[in-house]
């Protein structure tokens, strides 16, 4: 079976079928439908294929495969976008999170090969939820009692997004949000859904004591901690009130793959330079942003708001990433995020 006969073997019109069936989930577009709909037919063909199951054209309707099918991101490439210039391989990888993180497929790997299972059967795509273009996000306070699980568990699968062998903990994560909160809520915020009110987006804006400004210079593995496996936390937090702290330090800034569209992303961005100000009158010396980009879709994202790097790690993919309080402030954000896709 080659890559390019999927509309062959599982014809355009039927794919659409179930394309109609599956939009309306809350950020599942009629793209990513499209894309999980030939990575479905292309996952239970190959299964076929390898038992030695003879392949009959064309099919009807679509099995669930038993189990983990193996697929690379080369072939998650094909799928997807076929001949067309639109994505790369790591484009398609990317796309395949946002499948995980809708909750239609799961994926393993072991270090060699990615392997995915097929979630849903359409039967159960039926829940009843409000459209995507109907739900809009709300900006709200972090509250530690209600928000620290929920954000814990959205932030582990963003820091373990390469595989399944996981050293980001919820629970640890939750530990450390609640402590945080203890510390300065202020510079902690929620993205929330308004019929739920469930956390789906988190941010925190983390003022550093004078102490602490040098580790901005040192190799940035060293500062990683909510998805480290030590307790030490490498950054100390300033008091308000102290004119000595000049730095911002974006620990996290996160909205769950199921829910990032534009649209969201730029309230929550332009939330976050209302939230800066309030700092301002906590820290009046403020003028320095620093973050990490963990996952390539974040540095995408940063260097489009003008984030520049700086200091790179000379045993991992991690660098730095500066700006300006002032620059960002003046940020028009929605010009910013308009050149990205979040698709």
């Known amino acids: 079976m080659n890559l390019e006969s999927i509309d062959q073997w599982f014809p355009v019109e039927q794919q659409r079928k179930y394309v109609s069936q599956l939009q309306g989930r809350v950020g599942l577009t ?12 292309y996952l239970l063909l190959k299964q076929r294929q390898i038992l030695g199951k003879q392949l009959q054209q064309p099919l009807n309707e679509l099995d669930l495969p038993a189990g983990f099918v193996p697929c690379t991101h080369r072939e998650a490439q094909e799928i997807f976008y076929g001949e067309q210039d639109r994505g790369s391989d790591r484009s398609a990888g990317m796309m395949i999170d946002k499948l995980v993180a809708l909750g239609l497929i799961e994926k393993d790997f072991d270090g060699n090969t990615t392997c995915i299972r097929i979630r849903s059967l359409l039967p159960n795509l ?9 739900l809009k ?22 820091y373990n997004w390469m ?6 903990l919820p629970q640890r994560i939750a530990r450390i949000l609640r402590g945080w909160a203890e510390q300065y809520p202020t510079g902690m915020r929620v993205l929330r859904r308004p019929d739920t009110q469930d956390a789906v987006g988190f941010y925190i804006l983390y003022p550093v004591a004078r102490e602490s400004e040098a580790n901005f ?18 950054f100390q937090i300033a008091i308000p009130g102290d ?23 730029s309230e929550f961005l332009q939330d976050a330079q209302k939230t800066l100000v309030r700092m301002q009158a906590d820290f009046p010396n403020l003028c320095d942003m620093y973050t990490l980009a963990i996952h390539p879709g974040d540095e995408q994202l940063v260097s489009a708001l003008g984030f520049q790097k700086t200091n790179q790690d000379p045993l991992c993919p ?11 402030l ?14």
């Open 163 to 168: 595989n399944k062998k996981t050293t980001a």
């Open 30 to 41: 009629r793209r990513r439908a499209e894309y999980f709909v030939k990575l479905w037919a």
């Open 126 to 134: 039926h829940d009843s939820v409000p459209s995507e273009k109907s």
């Open 318 to 328: 991690l660098h730095w990433m500066y700006i300006p309080l002032d620059k960002y």
């Open 217 to 234: 210079f040192l190799p940035p593995r060293h500062s990683l901690h909510l998805s480290a496996t030590w307790d030490n936390d490498p």
């Open 243 to 265: 004119r000595h702290c000049t730095s911002i330090f974006i620990r996290s800034w996160q909205i769950d793959l199921a829910y990032k569209q534009q649209t969201s992303v």
């Open 330 to 343: 003046s940020l028009n954000i929605e010009l910013a995020v308009s050149v990205l896709k979040f698709d």
């Open 137 to 158: 996000l709300v900006p709200d306070n972090f509250n530690p009692r209600l928000d620290a699980i929920p954000v814990a568990s959205f932030l582990a699968r963003n």
